[in-house]
């Protein structure tokens, strides 16, 4: 009866330590978790910002321009300005893949 006490005592303190070793590692995971969670945001959250910054057009200030010559300043001023918001919205894409 004894050694069954004893067994029984040691089986307690083997599987506290178990769950205390469960509770550090559960708690390690939730870290990491939010910590990637917080890169991910911050690093979409940084990409968006650089969208905003994107030029969709550049109005002459210079000199006056033809209705024809304007459009082609927007028109290409566009274009790059799609070009770099379709870099960036691939860039979101795989962040939040």
């Not at 300043?73 to 894409?93: H, R, V």
């Amino acid at each position: 009866m004894f050694y069954l006490r004893l067994s029984y005592d040691r089986l307690l303190l083997v599987v506290g330590a178990v769950i205390d070793e469960c509770r550090t590692t559960m708690e390690d995971i939730r870290y990491l978790a939010e910590r990637c969670r917080d890169i991910l945001l911050y690093r979409i959250e940084l990409v968006l910002e650089e969208m905003t910054k994107v030029q969709l057009y550049d109005l002459p200030t210079d000199e006056p321009v033809t209705t024809d010559e304007f459009l082609q300043l927007i028109e290409a001023c566009c274009q790059n300005g799609a070009q770099t918001l379709a870099k960036y919205d691939i860039s979101i894409i795989r962040l939040v893949k």
